[in-house]
């Protein structure tokens, strides 16, 4: 009779073992395939951050490139603006005339290079704004893919 106790004790446990060794190889598959979906997830999320930062640098540097061009532009024509003058003063049959010559390039320079520098101002500003959406969108992608995954 102690033999069948120990049979069924032996057996009861055999049982509990493998009904425990099955629930754990469940539930180590269940995590590695979660993990393994959140991994491709963050994986497809880096990807398209990536992506929507490289965009948004390269608008940037073409912003940038802009921004550049617009000042030669600028230096360009106040340096011609400025060889105009020389050859108007050169021609002036007086001093009165010499100095109206003068004054006019002062104002139009100045008008010239505010409007100039305004609007590369603007340009930059709005280079700078799209840039921070752009990457406000990109972040917000990435944070919206991560809370599905999770």
């Given at each position: 009779?102690?033999?069948?106790k ?56 073409g ?8 000042m ?10 400025s060889?105009?003058t ?65």
């Amino acid at each position: 009779m102690a033999d069948a106790k120990k049979a069924t004790k032996k057996t009861q446990d055999t049982a509990a073992e493998t009904a425990f060794a099955s629930s754990a190889r469940d539930f180590v598959k269940r995590s590695a395939e979660t993990a393994k979906e959140r991994t491709a997830s963050a994986y497809e999320s880096t990807n398209k951050f990536n992506s929507g930062l490289e965009t948004t640098l390269t608008r940037m540097a073409g912003g940038y490139v802009s921004v550049l061009s617009g000042m030669a532009d600028m230096a360009y024509r106040n340096v011609n603006h400025s060889i105009e003058t020389a050859a108007k003063l050169a021609d002036a049959q007086s001093f009165s005339e010499a100095t109206q010559i003068q004054a006019d390039f002062v104002r139009e320079s100045t008008q010239a290079n505010v409007d100039q520098m305004r609007t590369a101002f603007e340009g930059a500003r709005d280079m700078l704004s799209e840039a921070g959406e752009n990457l406000r969108e990109e972040v917000s992608k990435v944070w919206t893919t991560n809370q599905k995954a999770a």
